[in-house]
């Protein structure tokens, strides 16, 4: 054998241990993955949730399956929804080219770079590319607009994942060229149906081992996890591996191993988010609807999830004039003490103070008759500053030049501290800024003020 052969034949079979040495250490590397990783569905027949949109027959589906994803998409929802691992088997579906970016760790120049290997793909070889772009919302306004052209002539089809509203986050340009699909956590149901695939698969799974596992263990892990898959998988994986089998070769797991694995249900909830909004918004709502249940409920969930007690406190102290006003004084009162008593207490004592003024809040009778101010407001932007009627002018600079104060009736001096006189400017004379409701304290109010306008009607055809 010549010198040539023989390099020949060792250059190969460095090369053939070399690819059997990576093909280790990748079955390896597979094999160390966390089981959320493993576990990851690799067909749409094993993926869990998200029916209304990828249910048998639905649009999203139909292209997936067919290889018809011509449409750039943006995904939005929930940790552990799905997002990620939708884009993963549309990528082992595709013959298009699969690239993917962090938007956490790419930048413009990465883009770039993406955009012209698309489009020299294509020229060459007629292949389309399609991006993943993980956590979208984390580009800003110039790396969005740097995608835009591209996804605008086709060279890359856009799927954009994030758990942000893209409503808020992405641009509209971007927006208006995407179909966003809305992704929802996972039901109970779909969580256990993915905890026992991953107990039954021997391959990716426990399904090779002996995992004796309580109906309520699972049940816990499914309810605790909150929708996110991820974290249900993570806390089985905890309590699999931290289980030591017994004399029998059987790790045992109860409802108490399945508690020490996930102790404390994640919350969907960040200050900056959707959900911050729409559980103050529910907060409120509740109040004003005068359901204490329902208050009592998203109290507790803003606490639980961190959210800043004293925000809380504010909104109830605003809530207090605004939806309750003068049908109940008392609430103010409340209101207020309460945001006093959290500064001097803090948390958690002073969740009984929050909860005790949402309650009051909730179970008062309402007004929203202080919402008055805006009228008033809305005719000072109008007509300006109007001339004050001479008889409410201080009269102690101006009264012997000017006549100011000069025609003032003291109420004090007539019989039940009323008397009849224009207080209003002549432009809005006639303007009611305050109906006061029906309810409450505001009933004697009402009482009151209709036998005084009427005095005062009276006395505009008299004072003239």
Do not use: C
């Not at 589906?61 to 997002?83: V, Y």
């Not at 009736?409 to 006639?430: G, I, M, S, T, W």
């Amino acid at each position: 054998m010549s010198n040539k052969a023989l390099t020949g034949r060792k250059a190969a079979a460095k090369a053939t241990a070399r690819d059997l040495f990576e093909s280790a250490r990748e079955q390896e590397r597979e094999r160390t993955q966390p089981l959320a990783a493993r576990m990851r569905p690799r067909t749409m027949d094993e993926f869990e949730g998200q029916e209304e949109i990828l249910g048998q027959g639905k649009l999203l589906r139909r292209a997936i399956e067919s290889d018809k994803l011509f449409s750039s998409i943006i995904l939005w929802g929930p940790p552990g929804a799905g997002k990620t691992t939708l884009a993963t088997i549309i990528a082992n579906k595709t013959a298009s080219h699969f690239e993917t970016l962090s938007a956490v760790l790419a930048g413009v120049a990465d883009i770039r770079r993406v955009v012209e290997e698309a489009r020299e793909r294509f020229n060459l070889y007629g292949q389309r590319t399609i991006l993943l772009v993980d956590e979208i919302h984390r580009f800003n306004k110039t790396q969005q607009d740097a995608l835009l052209p591209h996804v605008e002539n086709g060279t890359i089809t856009l799927i954009g994942a994030t758990t942000e509203n893209p409503y808020f986050e992405v641009n509209s340009a971007l927006l208006s060229r995407s179909r966003i699909f809305q992704f929802k956590p996972l039901t109970t149901e779909a969580t256990l149906r993915l905890l026992h695939r991953a107990l039954a698969d021997p391959a990716r799974g426990y399904g090779a081992r002996r995992i004796e596992i309580t109906d309520d263990a699972l049940q816990h892990l499914a309810e605790v996890a909150g929708g996110d898959a991820r974290s249900a998988l993570n806390a089985l994986e905890l309590a699999v591996e931290s289980t030591l089998p017994d004399a029998e070769g059987a790790a045992r797991i109860d409802l108490q191993v399945a508690q020490e694995s996930i102790q404390k249900r994640v919350l969907r909830y960040d200050k900056s988010s959707d959900e911050h909004y729409d559980t103050i918004s529910a907060f409120i709502k509740s109040m004003r609807g005068s359901d204490p249940d329902a208050a009592l409920y998203y109290l507790a969930k803003m606490l639980y999830a961190g959210e800043d007690p004293e925000f809380i406190a504010r909104r109830m102290v605003i809530f207090a004039s605004e939806d309750i006003g003068n049908a109940d004084p008392q609430a103010l009162v409340v209101a207020v003490a309460a945001a006093h008593a959290l500064q001097f207490v803090g948390i958690p004592e002073a969740q009984l103070n929050l909860a005790q003024s949402a309650l009051y809040l909730a179970t008062a009778p309402k007004s929203n008759s202080t919402l008055g101010i805006g009228a008033a407001l809305a005719d000072i932007e109008r007509l300006g500053t109007l001339d004050i009627p001479n008889h409410l002018k201080d009269g102690s600079r101006d009264s012997r030049a000017l006549g100011h104060g000069k025609g003032y009736k003291y109420p004090h001096d007539f019989e039940n501290h009323f008397v009849a006189q224009q207080y209003l400017p002549d432009d809005v004379r006639d303007k009611i800024y305050y109906t006061p409701g029906t309810l409450g304290y505001e009933q004697q109010i009402s009482q009151r003020l209709q036998e005084w306008r009427a005095k005062m009607e009276k006395n505009k055809f008299t004072d003239r």
